[in-house]
């Protein structure tokens, strides 16, 4: 499985908890891939993944993040994730996405393209701490909240 196919799974399995804001029948999701696997990738790549990141953190679109375990744990330590109501993974800031209707979505996407879903690593699903001042990003970043609460409530 690579990093494309499971972020176009992703994009999939998102589609159902979106809203149609054009009226042409479709839910666009955007997945932005910074993926990188620190024991394999080159480090010139994943110092380019890393600058992606911190260019995407400028803006006030990115609020939503799905990760796994290891970069989970290295945007944590950075202060990055906000605590949400009804989460008991790391203080509150993630949410295990593997038992839950958006797993299964991703699974039946990577099986339709002819690739088993048993390779995919625990993901995480957390939202952004918001900028206080911006009131964008804080629409934002309520937005990405209210979707992690619905994937959380669907199970």
């Known amino acids: 499985t690579t990093s494309t ?3 176009q799974g992703m994009a999939y399995a998102l589609e159902q908890y979106g809203e149609d804001l054009d009226s042409d029948g479709e839910v666009t999701v955007q997945i932005l891939n910074m993926s990188y696997n620190p024991s394999s990738d080159s480090q010139s790549f994943q110092i380019a993944q ?7 953190l400028q803006n ?3 609020y939503l993040f799905i990760t796994d ?6 945007l944590d330590k950075r202060g990055l994730f906000a605590a949400q109501p009804g989460l008991d993974d790391h203080d509150g800031k993630g949410l295990q ?10 699974s039946d996407y ?3 393209i002819g690739l088993s879903g048993r390779n995919i690593p625990t993901l995480w699903m957390s939202c952004r701490v918001p900028p206080e001042q911006n009131t964008t990003g804080y629409t934002h970043y309520q937005q990405a909240a209210d ?3 619905q994937i959380r409530r669907q199970g």
């Not at 890393?50 to 995407?56: F, K, R």
């Not at 375990?69 to 290295?74: A, Q, S």
């Open 5 to 7: 196919d499971l972020s």
């Open 97 to 106: 996405l593997n038992d839950t209707q958006f797993m299964t979505a991703l």
């Open 50 to 56: 890393s600058g992606a990141l911190n260019g995407e």
């Open 147 to 149: 979707l992690l609460q």
């Open 60 to 62: 006030d679109r990115c």
């Open 110 to 112: 990577l099986q339709s």
């Open 69 to 74: 375990d290891y970069r989970f744990e290295e």
